[in-house]
């Protein structure tokens, strides 16, 4: 696993304590993927209800804050796969 991705789980289980309703996958391009349910956050590359995907500068500039996840969506710069409401969902608890 990379560093980029432990420390996304790391950032995503402190953002989101509760985890999350209904299954994510955050792929970082170049560094793996990310499972978030209703468990929390953790490596993983399994099939989700929406998939995200993005560059590690993206997804962390995302998680501190530095980037709009919508911005980031409406630049190319993040791409949805799936369930487009929960994307949404999830872009609000991550901002």
Do not use: C, Y
């Not at 789980?9 to 999350?20: D, E």
């Not at 998680?63 to 709009?68: D, H, P, S, T």
């Amino acid at each position: 696993m990379s560093q980029a991705v432990d420390a996304a789980v790391a950032a995503l289980n402190s953002k989101m304590p509760g985890g999350f309703a209904g299954s994510a996958k955050i792929v970082i391009k170049g560094e793996g993927a990310i499972m978030l349910d209703g468990s929390g956050a953790r490596a993983g590359d399994e099939a989700a209800d929406v998939t995200l995907t993005a560059s590690a500068d993206t997804f962390k500039g995302i998680l501190e804050g530095n980037v709009n996840p919508t911005a980031a969506f409406m630049m190319g710069k993040l791409s949805v796969d799936g369930n487009m409401g929960l994307a949404i969902q999830l872009g609000a608890a991550l901002s």
